[in-house]
């Protein structure tokens, strides 16, 4: 079974710092890994996805994040926040090329201080 | 392409009344997933159609729920006698084979029991 941890649930950062947001995942097949933004009452919209290309995977926004398999993280960042980036974010997992749904993190609460 | 439409964005009803929302996806895909979002957490898995199939139903999918996807086009989900836990935002997302090119999620159907 696909799981998926997301250390901090809220996390809080300077504008024009730099946003860590931590995603652990665990998989029994090839995951493909996605990091989605929810603004509030609004839904999901796909900031990234790895789906096993390349390891380090860039996004809209200004957003990146690096595939570690060794690791099972997919940690995203972004060198220098903007106060629009407050937001929850999503790390999600699936079955990779096996996959039917996918599995969601419990999120992290973005707060961006000017 | 005009991305997923959910209809109703907000529903208020009477515990033990019966709701149904509506989702239409992306009208290329080929799979259709219902999410259920409660406040502060991440969206939990419901159900998944591929064309007009229903493929796998969640545990959380009690028999007071169910979901059609008539034609494989748009989807129905309905909630018979609401109960004040049922209240949570749905959401409904769609996608092309197995992912690889993302998730398209709409907006949500919040529903308020009272």
């Known amino acids: 079974a696909q799981s998926v941890t997301q250390l901090g649930s809220h996390v809080s950062v300077s504008e024009g710092a730099l946003v860590l947001l931590r995603c652990n995942y665990s998989s029994s097949v090839p995951p493909y890994l996605f990091w989605y933004v929810q603004y509030p009452n609004q839904g999901l919209q796909l900031l990234l996805k790895?789906?096993?290309?390349?390891?380090l995977v860039k996004g809209i926004n200004g957003f990146e994040a690096e595939f570690k398999k060794s690791e099972t993280s997919f940690h995203l960042t972004k060198p220098s926040a903007h106060m629009s980036d407050a937001a929850e974010y999503f790390c999600a997992v699936s079955e990779g090329a096996a996959g039917n749904k996918l599995t969601f993190g419990g999120g992290t609460r973005v707060l961006v201080k000017p | 392409d005009t991305g997923v439409s959910q209809d109703p964005r907000h529903k208020i009803t009477k515990r033990g009344q019966n709701v149904t929302f509506r989702c239409d996806p992306i009208s290329e895909h080929n799979r259709l997933y219902w999410y259920r979002q409660t406040l502060g957490q991440g969206p939990e898995f419901l159900t998944y159609?591929?064309?007009?199939?229903?493929?796998?139903k969640s545990r959380l999918l009690s028999d007071r729920f169910s979901a059609e996807r008539p034609k494989g086009s748009f989807s129905t989900l309905e909630i018979q006698r609401t109960e004040q836990g049922d209240s949570a935002m749905y959401l409904c997302?769609?996608?092309f084979g197995q992912g690889e090119s993302g998730y398209t999620f709409g907006s949500g159907t919040r529903l308020t029991v009272v």
């Open positions: 997302a769609s996608s």
């Open positions: 790895y789906t096993s290309a390349a390891t």
């Open positions: 159609f591929q064309n007009e199939a229903q493929l796998e």
